[in-house]
């Protein structure tokens, strides 16, 4: 029995209703009134959705379990590892770098603004470096290999990512005065959107979702994040307001005429998940091997995907740039 209460209570927990159920079950609706209450409501449309999204698959016919098959199965493993280091990891940056803290912020609307426009800078740097330095690539591809798109994917990561992500978020947020309780309230409105631009064909077909695209990140700008398509590989890095990824040049829209080719540049098998958890640092680990002398050896760690010591680099920026120049022949 005891087997059942557990996978009852991690279902609970998985589609975040704890709340809600507890607050059924005392008749204590007052709680709905506060912040934490607020959340208890949001928390579920994620999986919801995902829940949506699968059953319209089922009914067009277009579901296949390879889809959501290795998305689910590193979920389960992150869920018993990962979510534990990470609030750790929040707590300890937070312990030891409040004091540092540049300048005071409270929960007025317009901290909030500044919160959120430096959060997202925290993310740009963070999720940038995801890409262009080929150790944290390695972290960060587990969630590039799905070659389709659906709300699964959003917990398709490598253990480590969320912790080492949620050390340099955090870290940044607070020395720039983003007080505690308001980097809570950005990380959950944050992390319930960035799960929702995850949102696949099946369910929102055209992900721009009107004028919102003119101003905000929408699922569109994300699939884009998601191509291998020379054209839209690394850009778009933002989660929310893309205005870092403007400021930085690697804004990219959805183009028409280009038919999304979701994935990760190199031959591999997004069924495997050996290849999707360990592949890229099996990579670098070969490259490293091989390069001479220790200097190569340590740029491989350094240097972005595709740098390579013989000079014959294949990096996304020279991968688009001989796109971009066969365009114009
Ligand atoms: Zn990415
Ligand atoms: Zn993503």
Not at 190 to 207: Q, Y
């Amino acid at each position: 029995m005891a087997f059942f209460e557990t996978l009852y209570q991690e279902l609970i927990g998985f589609l975040g209703i704890g709340q809600l159920i507890e607050m059924y079950q005392t008749g204590n609706y007052k709680a709905l009134l506060t912040l934490n209450g607020i959340f208890s409501v949001i928390s579920p449309v994620i999986p919801f959705l995902l829940l949506l999204e699968i059953v319209r698959a089922l009914v067009y016919k277009k579901f296949k379990i390879e889809d959501y098959k290795m998305p689910f199965l590193i979920f389960v493993i992150n869920r018993f590892i990962s979510r534990f280091i990470s609030i750790a990891a929040v707590a300890f940056c937070i312990g030891v770098l409040e004091k540092y803290a540049l300048i005071g912020t409270t929960l007025k609307w317009y901290w909030f603004i500044y919160g959120y426009v430096v959060w997202e800078f925290s993310h740009f740097i963070y999720h940038y470096f995801g890409h262009k330095v080929r150790l944290f690539w390695c972290l960060h591809s587990t969630h590039h290999a799905p070659q389709t798109m659906n709300l699964s994917v959003t917990y398709a990561h490598f253990f480590l990512e969320a912790p080492y992500a949620d050390v340099i978020r955090t870290s940044i947020c607070i020395l720039l005065g983003v007080n505690p309780p308001l980097l809570f309230i950005i990380m959950f409105i944050d992390g319930t959107w960035g799960s929702f631009i995850h949102v696949g064909e099946n369910l929102i077909k055209d992900g721009r979702l009107g004028f919102l695209n003119r101003i905000v990140l929408t699922p569109s700008h994300h699939r884009v994040h998601h191509a291998k398509n020379p054209l839209y590989m690394d850009t778009n890095f933002c989660n929310l307001l893309n205005i870092w990824d403007k400021v930085f040049g690697t804004f990219q829209q959805e183009k028409k005429d280009m038919v999304i080719e979701y994935g990760i540049s190199r031959e591999m098998n997004p069924g495997n998940f050996w290849d999707v958890y360990f592949g890229e640092l099996y990579c670098l680990w070969k490259d490293i091997r091989k390069a001479p002398g220790i200097k190569s050896k340590l740029l491989y760690i350094v240097m972005p995907p595709g740098w390579s010591h013989t000079g014959d680099h294949k990096t996304a920026k020279l991968v688009k740039q001989a796109f971009l120049q066969q365009e114009q022949h």
